[in-house]
């Protein structure tokens, strides 16, 4: 069974308190945390042979454990405040510990979140090595405050960065969280954003099925990572950068204010309508690889 099918029918089972202005869905929950705030919570976890291989260094399995939550973070315009960590491991050495608490504290120091709590286990013999999970909690104003389904027909859709190649690059391990760029967009004005994890398809198809559009992407302007082809670009995922819609009364002041390295380009465009669709007009989330869902046997 697919991921997708199994939060279908969960997510509507959890109830939510009148505090919790936005629930399951989006890269983050967001609480209503004080006057002009909202609360930001996520978690993200990482398992050995899935997330990351066990000749991977500790150091640079925390780093990344921590940033792919910062990625979350950044994708909703927000900025990070701390963390807790649970993990689980067969790992007896007290070196592998010391190492992966430095890789996670160094990268937690860089970006001012502190790594407050969380909980450590042994787990039982067997073929998995380690699985952990690191919950993130930031702060956004709430009129700056970027959601998946806040797109809207005529919007523009940009991405930050390259896309395609992660694994073989090492990007997978040695991205840099969109945090700056993340917060710069919310102040702008841009209110729809996502982070591509699993794909970029597949995560603008999320988009666009959460604003009820539809979306015309060229694959061709995507950004290609050195040795990446059109085909990884848009499937491969772990590419952990920033899709976002413009409005186009936006898209003028986003692009001369634009002060980072990290490139910038317009990739689509949100329509009336379902689905994402090529520039020839074609269902582009037909016979291909639209990125990455967990399976459940």
Not at 103 to 121: K, M, N, P, T
Not at 156 to 185: D, K, V
Not at 237 to 257: H, I, M, S, W
Request: charged share 25%; hydrophobic share 40%.
């Amino acid at each position: 069974m697919q991921e997708f099918k199994i939060l279908e029918k969960v997510i509507p089972l959890l109830s939510q308190s009148g505090n919790i202005a936005i629930g399951p869905g989006d890269d983050c929950a967001a609480i209503e945390f004080s006057d002009g705030d909202y609360l930001l919570a996520g978690t993200d976890q990482m398992v050995c042979g899935l997330h990351y291989f066990p000749d991977v260094d500790p150091e640079r399995i925390g780093a990344k454990l921590l940033k792919r939550n910062l990625s979350d973070i950044a994708s909703m315009g927000g900025s990070p405040i701390c963390a807790l960590l649970s993990l689980a491991t067969t790992n007896s050495k007290l070196k592998w510990f010391e190492r992966f608490f430095q890789g996670l504290e160094q990268e937690a120091r860089s970006w001012g979140v502190s790594v407050c709590g969380g909980d450590l286990s042994g787990l039982p013999a067997g073929n998995l090595r380690e699985t952990m999970s690191l919950t993130i909690l930031g702060r956004v104003a709430r009129d700056k405050i970027c959601l998946r389904r806040n797109a809207r027909s005529g919007d523009f859709l940009y991405a930050t960065g390259c896309f395609g190649n992660s694994l073989t690059s090492e990007h997978h391990l040695e991205f840099i969280p969109r945090l700056p760029e993340g917060q710069f967009l919310a102040e702008t004005g841009v209110r729809a954003m996502i982070d591509v994890s699993d794909g970029l398809l597949v995560d603008a198809s999320r988009m666009a099925v959460a604003s009820q559009v539809a979306l015309r992407l060229d694959p061709d302007l995507i950004p290609l990572r050195p040795g990446a082809d059109i085909s990884g670009a848009l499937g491969d995922g772990e590419d952990y950068e920033l899709l976002f819609a413009v409005p186009p009364n936006l898209a003028e002041t986003v692009e001369q204010n634009w002060k980072f390295t990290t490139r910038l380009t317009r990739i689509g465009i949100f329509e009336e309508g379902a689905g994402v669709i090529g520039r020839d007009g074609g269902n582009l989330l037909k016979d291909r690889n639209t990125g990455y869902e967990h399976q459940f046997a």
